[in-house]
């Protein structure tokens, strides 16, 4: 066996132009499944990293207009105060819930400074849930809530983008047009997809409410179950309850929408599902060409050694050892078209995560082990038959061949 893998070397060497071009199928389609998996590897850890980061057992709620005509025969969408109430005095899975004001660009003036900045409106349970602690200074205390004090908590872009440290507590900062004592600065959370988590401040939703009148009844909350295993009921929970408040028939779709790590989750999976699915479509079709790529340059050479498998054959070579011959050096061919394909996958997957805005991609030993598998199982299929026509020729007619 070791004699048949030297003999297919030194045929891949003494032909190296035409083995790279036979085997170029089979290197893009191992580069493709080393690429592909090493990116979707590295964004599973990355979001899992984040969906931590969000807050454990943390779920999200809006209200939301349902699409379609059922959507369209619904009367007001709103979600407010009593209905938070309601939920928080009504659903035994729960542990906290806080509300959420939130504004996309809120004008903040320090100085000479004037920037652009998102703004959330919350309550003091709102750390515990987002798992937001705060670095310096101090959360909301409930009395900041209950009274509206004009108290707020700060990211660290927001300290990057106004020239200043930490030294900003416990001064003041104008917020569309109000002015409000910086209590806190949050820990740095970092970005995900690029937007920048760091990049907001966080003042009482209740003097949110007061500046933003209009979002008294449009309100959304997050919450956090008592426990991971019972996220499920806390969200049927909350279903049920503002479903009843809201007097929807069994029939009627809900005027809200609700989300969960575990759905986050799902959704992306399901992209990568598709990225699996454009990653199987490339990787069928490279093999299918690598493959008739290996069979036709494998029908080739039995047809130039013809004379040497007669030989062969003349002083008592089997069928059986022909056959492996011609095997092995359709295999090798595969595996080292293979190889290729690993090593360029792995420089791709190392130069993507150079990219500052690229998570870090890992390749799993599995795919290096699914990358030769794909390889020497397409060696095997698309081997066989020039195998089996070097096995069979008739050692007479074969060493008559010109």
């Known amino acids: 066996m070791l004699a048949n893998v030297q003999n297919a070397l030194e045929q891949l060497w003494s032909h190296k132009m035409r083995s790279l071009l036979t085997v170029l199928g089979i290197v893009i389609a191992v580069t493709s499944t080393i690429t592909v998996v090493g990116v979707v590897q590295g964004f599973t850890a990355y979001v899992s990293e984040f969906l931590q980061g969000l807050g454990t057992n943390a779920m999200w709620v809006w209200p939301q207009r349902p699409a379609g005509e ?15 109430a309601a939920v928080e005095a009504g659903c035994s899975a729960l542990r906290r819930i806080s509300p959420l004001v939130r504004r996309q660009a809120a004008t903040v003036r320090y100085g000479r400074e004037e920037l652009s900045i998102p703004l959330e409106g919350t309550a003091a349970e709102y750390h515990a849930i987002r798992n937001f602690p705060v670095g310096a200074g101090r959360p909301f205390a409930v ?6 004090h004009h108290v707020c908590v700060v990211g660290r872009e927001v300290l990057r983008k106004l020239n200043v440290d930490e030294g900003l507590v416990g001064q003041t900062l104008l917020l569309d047009g109000q002015r409000f ?9 970092g970005s995900f997809l690029g937007d920048n988590q760091d990049n907001l401040i966080l003042i009482p939703y209740t003097i949110a409410l007061k500046m933003y009148p209009a979002s008294r009844h449009k309100l959304a909350f997050t919450a956090q179950a008592v426990s991971e295993q019972g996220v499920p009921e806390a969200r049927a929970q909350i279903v049920n309850l503002l479903r009843r408040r809201h007097g929807l028939a069994a029939y009627q779709p ?74 092995t050096e359709a295999v090798t061919l595969s595996v080292a078209g293979g190889g290729l394909g ?15 805005q690229m998570v870090d991609v890992v390749v799993p030993w599995w795919a290096v082990v699914l990358g030769f598998g794909i390889s020497g199982s397409t060696g095997v299929v698309f081997g066989l038959v020039p195998a089996v026509k070097a096995a069979l020729l008739n050692p007479i007619d074969a060493l008559r061949h010109e």
Request: charged share 25%; aromatic share 4%.
């Open 70 to 84: 059922a959507g369209k025969r619904l009367g007001r969408i709103e979600l407010d105060e009593r209905d938070l």
């Open 143 to 148: 009395v900041d809530v209950e009274r509206a």
């Open 181 to 189: 004592r910086v209590i806190g600065v949050l820990e740095e959370k």
């Open 254 to 327: 809900n005027d809200f929408n609700i989300m969960t790590q575990d759905e986050i989750l799902e959704t992306f999976n399901n992209l990568s599902l598709v990225a699996t699915a454009v990653l199987a479509g490339i990787v069928g079709i490279s093999l299918l060409v690598g493959g008739i790529g290996i069979m036709n340059v494998m029908l080739v050479s039995v047809t130039e050694r013809t004379r040497e498998i007669g030989l062969r054959k003349a002083v008592g070579a089997r069928r059986r050892d022909v056959l492996v011959q011609f095997l």
């Open 342 to 356: 690993i090593a360029l996958g792995h420089a791709f997957c190392a130069i993507a995560s150079l990219h500052p």
